[in-house]
């Protein structure tokens, strides 16, 4: 009968870890849309917005503003990054692209509405934001 009670103690203990986990990894994945958002990374190149993001175990900045309805372009740096932020999905605009290793990469985000455009990496671990405002 001891066996059985210490197999109980083990289980509660692994859901407790594992919830506990949960929790923590759950408020970090959506820690990055609560941020101050950066406009030091927007700038216009020929007419065309471009926001400039980093790709490396995650995205930075996490969050962005750019102006609505203006021509934009997504321009991702990569550096050596081989984890799942060297794909990019943008959901609402059908836009999934692998990117290389090392380089920069820029995607036509066309011409955006006032409102939030959400991006993730390939696995939905690591998001980034950009609101486009009047």
Do not use: H
């Amino acid at each position: 009968m001891k066996s059985k009670s210490n197999g109980a103690l083990y289980v509660l203990a692994g859901a407790i870890l594992f919830a506990t986990l949960i929790v923590i990894w759950g408020g970090s994945v959506q820690s990055g849309t609560t941020e101050t958002p950066s406009v030091e990374n927007v700038s216009v190149e020929n007419g065309k917005q471009i926001v400039q993001i980093n790709a490396k175990g995650g995205f930075l900045p996490r969050l962005s503003e750019a102006k609505a309805g203006v021509p934009t372009i997504l321009r991702v740096d990569t550096n050596g990054t081989y984890d799942c932020s060297s794909s990019v999905r943008i959901p609402s605009l059908r836009i999934s692209k692998n990117l290389p290793a090392t380089a920069t990469t820029d995607i036509d985000l066309g011409i955006s509405k006032e409102g939030i455009l959400d991006g993730t990496c390939g696995m939905g671990m690591y998001p980034f934001r950009i609101e486009f405002k009047s």
